[in-house]
Every structure is written in C-alpha cells, then in structure tokens.
C-alpha cells in the first residue's frame, strides 16, 4: 500500500504542478512528499481576495483512506479557521472524507469555504459572533488581516520551507484595533477610563462589542468584565 | 471477584450453570440460584447447612427477594437473532429487504417506531437520508457496461464484483489502471479491490466505524454487510460485526453489555429498562464470567442498597472532594518545625508540638500566632477552600466534617472488603491444613469460605448504606435504616474477627459451629436490610435531603 500512497500523491502534486490556471502551488517540507505547503489566492470578490494562503499539509500513513491533515500557515480572520492556530473546520477533512479526494481538490475546497463561512458551526466563536453581529464590520477586518498576514510572498525564502508560518516576515507595526475588528472610538473610551489597551481589546472582543450590540451592552457591564 | 450477588449457601451448582447452550439465551441465572427461602435459611443454623446441596429444582422456583431483579444473558447469537428480528419486522411492514431494514434502523439509531413513522410519511426522503437510494446515473468512465452492477441497483446497496470493465479503467483511489479486481455498490462508482478492503480495514479497524459509504465523493450509498462480508478479511468482517452488534445493544434500553473491559457479555433485565423503575430498584446482575454490575448504570460494583442516581451523586461528590478530603482524612500530621508526628485529639485546631512546642493550626498548617483572635475557626481554611473548590463559599467547614465522616466509614468498607480477599488466600490455607490434620472432607471445610464470601459481599453493602445514609433526610426513617446499618456492621466485625482468630485443630468443630452461626447470622443481617431498603423504595418512604433535593422533587 506505501507503494500506491507514493504513487498517488507523487501524480497529486504533478497535477497542481501541470495546471498552472488553478494558481496552487505545492511544496515540499524536508523533502518529504508527505508533509507539504499548499497554497491558493483568496478567492476574488471576496475579502480574502489579493491574499496568498499557505496551507501546511500532512498525508497519513492510510492516505488515500483517511484524510489529509491540513492547517493554515497565514493566519485568517474566518468564522471556520481558528484565528490563533490555523485549524480548519471542513466536513471534508472529518467525516466526510472520500478516498478520492486529492490535494488540488481539497485545496480548492478551501478556497471555496474562504467565499462561504459557515458561521453557525464554528472553529472560532469570537469570529462567528462578529460575523453575525455586523457582515460589514467582519468583511473589514477579514481585509485587514488579508493585507497583514497574506501577502503574496516574493520567491525569497522559499528555497528551504520549514513549514513554519509566514508571519515572520510581517511588518511590525500593526494596528490592533482593526486586527480585533473593533471600533477606535470604542476602545479610547475605555482606555480614558484607565484601563490598558490591550486589556480593552480583549474584552470588547470576547464580549463582541460591536454593531447592533453596542446599545445593548451597558458601560458598566463592559467595565465589570474589564475588572473581572 | 466472589460471587455476591446471591446469598444461597452452596455454589456449587452454579459454576456450569452457563455452559449449557452457547447459542441459546441462558436463562434466569438468579431465581434458580436463590434456592435459599426464608424457610430454608432458618434452618441453615443446622450443621448440615454447609454441606448439604441443595438443588435449585428440588426447591422449584423460588420467588425472588424484593432486592433482586431477573435477568438473563444472551449470548452473541441471540443478539444476532434479536437485531434480525426487528430488522425483519419493519422489512415486513414496508416490504424491504431486511439487509435494507437493517441499514436504515442503524440509520434510526434503533429507533424502531420514529423509522417507521418518518419512512411512512416520506420513504424516498429517508433513504435518500441514509445513503440506501442508488446515486442518480453514474459518470460514464465508471464501470457502466457492467451487468452486474445494474441488475444489482435495482434493490438493496449489495452488490456482485464487477468484471474489470472492458473500456480502460483506472482505479480513480490507486491510479492502477490493471487492477485484477474491482467492486462496485450499487451506484456503480467501482474501486480496485485492494483499495476496497483497505478502505474497509481503515473504517473498521482504526476508526471503530461501521457506517461505510461508497468512496466516491459525491456518493453516499451505504455498503452492507453482505458487501463488507464479502469484500474484506475475515478478521475484519468479524470486527465489523461486533460493531454493529454494539451499536444495537448501546441503542437499545433492554440490553446492557457487561461493563468490565474484554468481557463481551449482554444481559437483559426488562425490569430495569424504564429510567423510572431506576427509582426504586437497583438492578445487580451478573454476567457468566461472575462480573457483577448494575444494569442501571453499569457501575462495575454492587451497589445496593442505594439507587443509581443517588450512588451517582456520592461517587461524583466523592472525585470532587478527593483533594480536600485527604488532606484533611488522615489523623495525624507532621509538625511542621520538626517533623515529628501529632495526632490529632478532639476538634481543637490549635496544635502545639509536644517535642518543639511549635504551636500551628491543624487545617493550614500555618503558624497559630497568625490566627489572631479567629482561634474557634480557620478562616485561611476558608481562604484557601475558595481558591480549591468549586462550590467553595457556600461549603462550610460543619458539612465538610459531615461529610468526612461517612466518607471515612465508606473507605474503611471498601478497604476491609480488599483485605478480606488477602484474608481468602489465608482461609484457603487454613482449610488445607484443616482437610489434613482433621478427618473432615472438602465439602465439611468450606464454612471457613463462605465466612469470607459473606464478610466481603456484606461490607460491600455496608459501604453503601454510608453513602445511603449521607443522602437520607434526618426523620424515623433514617434512625431505622440506621438501626439495621448497625446491627449489620456489629454482626460483620464480630465474624471478621473470629475469622482473624487463630485455629486451634482440635477445636475445629467448635469453631465451625460459630462461624457457621454468624456466617448465618450476618447472611440473615444482610438480607433484612436489603430488604427493607428495597420495600422502603416501593413504599416512597426514603426521602433525600438538601444534597439529594433534586430526587424528592421527581417522585
Ligand atoms: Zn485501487
Ligand atoms: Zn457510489
Ligand atoms: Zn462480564
Ligand atoms: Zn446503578
Ligand atoms: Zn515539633
Ligand atoms: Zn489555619
């Protein structure tokens, strides 16, 4: 069975390789054509669009029979992708895997759930939540984070992929409110209270300080929790 | 484990009681094994009591004590029969193959009435739901010139091999375009059968699945068990089986397997199925490999007296209060400026080192002097009881105390029951010694066995009527449930200690004498507090206190 993996995933990656019109690419990571970087541009029209998504990739040992294990490299603002770790949320890659699914096809799965989040099975609830309280405030952020973190990357440093994220090459200056996709007015107002900006950040996130919420959450519970 | 869940004086009968047909239900393994009646325990007292075997038929069938529950064991091929049997009945009711019905009551999660009520009102949608209703017309470079495969279509998922089809085929799993062997559902969508039975091996071997779907993308055809029989190993066809066996025991309230890991025995006990009748009962069986359970909820141990829902509580409370409850369990503590060891005396925390006089409270181990003046209580005890446990504040140091108490008494059971079992090995030496140095036969030593048998299932009881007792709500009821508890445990200790006592060879019919009398007696103890907690159930006289609120408030 080794023997029909390699072959199989060997023709996989020729198959991204032969179709330049996809725009995926595929990497090795050591050399080993088990453990890979996949990547895809974000899907146009969408807030994702411009940016260049890595993708780490592991094939099991029971590779075709189980699925691929993929997490993303760039960090995404995604009701379906974990914001700190990079998980994914796809019924493909869990229960509803099929042994003929292939890298270039789970790929472009990825891509097609970059254009339709499902926020009500979530991988991250703080973004879900923002999702559903303001479309228009989540889009912006997710565009942010799109300039931030998914930069198409020029060839430099690519020689040697050590399946490590791509965030070290970022600019350091970042703007933390935007990247929690909250309101700068919001958050001065309780940083004039005293409180650290980080701290605040924090808890309007958790708290979804935003949109439709805002009138609905009292100054003072939002101080309570502050203080919590 | 010894066998306590009966309180019949010889075993001997019973140890092929299982053996006698693999393939058939083995019948009420209880009420023939309770061949002792009230009447014949009276006479139990009687020399011969030991040694006298009594049939189960002999005394016919005797009518169960209101603590025990029927039950019966089915072996591997009446649960075959039992899932065939509702598969067939609802294939009858919808006129499907029962390969089909199968499929779809697994679907169902064994649902048997809402299968039938959705498949009434839509079949099409229920199908389509469980993956039974081939997938429409297959892409044509999938195996379409296959005979086989659309004869096959026309009724359940099962299938034939298909031929390798004539046009060029390439394994779309393996990319092996000369595989020498392809299989396809229903559908049609054909995979090499290497790739089959690894798919197979994967799903059931190392996912514990038994659901498997044609490995098309777009393909939710359900294989069936003819299928997979037919496709893989055998080890894995077997394997596969027990899944789905599992799954049907699991899904149903009738049947429990015995919960003990490997054993792979299932019970049936209609009396327990309800989630009511869990309120007044507590339903001990035993499987025929002797491990004892509770069919309610399928705690490894004999838990009567007490009911599930109330063990439950006390074995959760128990996990909970672990780390506070040993810190505090032990009697003695080391000085914590010189080490040397103090007990503790009365409920004084104050402690002062005899050897350093290094003065230092007992619940924090902290310096005395920082106490103050809150010298009547520990308020860093307080402190620090907030950070550890959950429901801390509300938790005060009396019903910690309260708790301690029986918790004590309940560990103490527990561990005197373990040690009651080194004390077997002892005994059985005892008996050797005894066969050999007296002209008593094997039957005439067992007394000393059937002490530790009895010393070991009543401290079983004993432990749980401190648990029992935590829970009953101060009033008559509990002083009497006490009364028995007593009565049982003085009867206990005094045989514990003459099966200590040294055995003098010339005295041995004396000694059996005794412990034949208090085996009886603490047979009889036992039995008249089971019993009276089990009529105390039917008669709703047990009522729970503020720790078990919940339950007077359900009944
Ligand atoms: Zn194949
Ligand atoms: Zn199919
Ligand atoms: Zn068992
Ligand atoms: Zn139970
Ligand atoms: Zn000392
Ligand atoms: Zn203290």
């Given at each position: 069975m080794a023997d029909a993996r390699t072959r199989r995933v060997k023709k996989e990656i020729q198959d991204i390789q032969n179709d330049?019109?996809?725009?995926l690419t595929i990497e090795l990571v050591n050399d080993s054509i088990f453990h890979l970087i996949g990547s895809f541009p974000g899907p146009p029209g969408t807030c994702y669009e411009g940016g260049k998504f890595d993708v780490d990739i592991v094939v099991p040992e029971t590779y075709p029979f189980v699925a691929l294990k993929m997490k993303f490299l760039s960090k995404v603002y995604h009701p379906n992708i974990s914001s700190a770790s990079g998980a994914i949320c796809l019924d493909i890659l869990k229960d509803n895997w099929s042994p003929i699914l292939t890298l270039k096809s789970t790929l472009i799965s990825l891509q097609s759930l970059l254009c339709t989040p499902e926020p009500n099975d979530p991988q991250d609830a703080e973004v879900a939540k923002h999702y559903l309280t303001s479309k228009s405030s989540f889009e912006e952020t997710a565009r942010y984070w799109t300039e931030t973190y998914a930069r198409p990357q020029t060839n430099e440093g690519r020689g040697a992929p050590s399946g490590t994220s791509k965030t070290s090459h970022l600019p350091t200056v970042r703007d933390e409110v935007a990247m929690a996709g909250l309101e700068r007015a919001h958050v001065e107002q309780f940083e004039a209270l005293g409180f650290e900006r980080g701290r605040v950040i924090e808890v309007l996130k958790r708290i979804n300080y935003r949109g439709a919420n805002v009138p609905k959450i009292s100054e003072d519970t939002v101080v309570e929790e502050l203080l919590k | 484990m010894s066998d306590e869940s009966d309180y019949y004086m010889d075993d001997s009968a019973s140890d092929?009681?299982?053996?006698?047909?693999?393939?058939?239900?083995?019948?009420g393994t209880q009420d023939s094994d309770r061949e002792s009646s009230p009447a014949s325990e009276g006479e139990a007292s009687d020399d011969d009591a030991f040694g006298v075997e009594l049939s189960a038929a002999a005394l016919g069938k005797v009518k169960r004590k209101s603590y025990e529950v029927n039950f019966e064991t089915l072996s591997d091929a009446a649960v075959d029969r039992l899932m065939n049997k509702e598969a067939e009945h609802v294939a009858g009711i919808f006129g499907l193959e029962p390969s089909t019905a199968l499929l779809l009551l697994r679907h169902m999660a064994w649902n048997k009435e809402r299968l039938i009520e959705k498949y009434m009102d839509n079949p099409e949608a229920v199908r389509k739901d469980a993956g039974i209703l081939a997938a429409p017309p297959l892409a044509p470079t999938s195996s379409s010139s296959s005979a086989g495969v659309r004869r096959s279509a026309r009724r359940a998922n099962s299938v034939q091999p298909?031929?390798?089809?004539?046009?060029?085929?390439?394994?779309?799993?393996?990319?092996?375009?000369?595989?020498p062997n392809t299989y396809a559902l229903a559908c049609g969508h054909a995979f090499c059968s290497t790739c089959w039975e690894t798919y197979l091996h994967t799903k059931v071997r190392e996912e514990g699945e038994f659901t498997v779907r044609c490995m098309d993308s777009d393909c939710k055809l359900l294989a069936d068990d003819a299928f997979i029989a037919r496709v893989c190993s055998k080890e894995d066809s077997k394997r596969h089986h027990e899944l789905v066996s599992r799954n049907f025991v699991g899904n149903s309230s009738q049947y429990k397997f015995?919960?003990?890991?490997g054993c792979s025995y299932t019970i049936s006990c209609p009396s327990a199925a309800s989630k009511s009748s869990l309120m007044t009962i507590v339903p001990t069986v035993k499987c025929p490999e002797n491990h004892v359970f509770c069919f309610g909820c399928s705690l490894d141990q004999d838990h009567r007296p007490l009911i599930c829902h109330v063990s439950k509580l006390w074995l959760k409370k128990c996990q909970d209060d672990s780390e506070t409850a040993n810190w505090i369990k032990s009697n003695t503590k080391e000085c914590t400026k010189c080490q040397s060891t103090i007990e503790k005396n009365g409920g004084c925390n104050h402690m002062t080192c005899k050897k350093c006089k290094n003065e230092f409270c007992w619940v924090c181990m902290g310096p005395w002097a920082e106490h103050g003046n809150a010298w009547y209580t520990c308020n860093r005890y307080e402190e620090r009881e907030g950070v550890e446990a959950r429901d801390a504040q509300s938790k005060s140091r009396a019903s910690l105390e309260r708790y301690l108490q029986y918790y004590n008494r309940w560990a103490n059971h527990e561990q005197s029951a373990r040690l009651s079992l080194d004390l077997y090995s002892k005994t059985e030496k005892k008996m050797e010694e005894m066969q050999t140095t007296s002209n008593l036969t094997w039957i005439e030593v067992q007394f000393a066995r059937k002490a530790v048998d009895e010393v070991f299932k009543c401290r079983m009881t004993l432990k749980w009527t401190y648990a029992m007792a935590f829970y009953l709500a101060k009033g008559n009821e509990k002083e009497l449930f006490e009364d028995n508890q007593r009565d049982l445990e003085k009867a206990v200790e005094d045989l514990s200690e003459l099966l200590e006592s040294p055995i003098d060879p010339d005295n041995i019919p004396v000694l059996r004498q005794k412990m034949t009398d208090k085996t009886v007696y603490v047979l009889k103890r036992n039995e008249i507090l089971l019993d009276d907690t089990a009529q105390g159930y039917l008669d709703g006289r047990w009522k729970w206190n503020a720790d078990a609120a919940i339950l007077n408030e359900a009944e």
């Open positions: 330049r019109q996809a725009g | 092929n009681y299982y053996d006698d047909d693999d393939d058939e239900m083995v019948d298909s031929a390798p089809p004539s046009t060029p085929f390439m394994c779309p799993v393996c990319c092996d375009d000369e595989p015995c919960p003990l890991p």
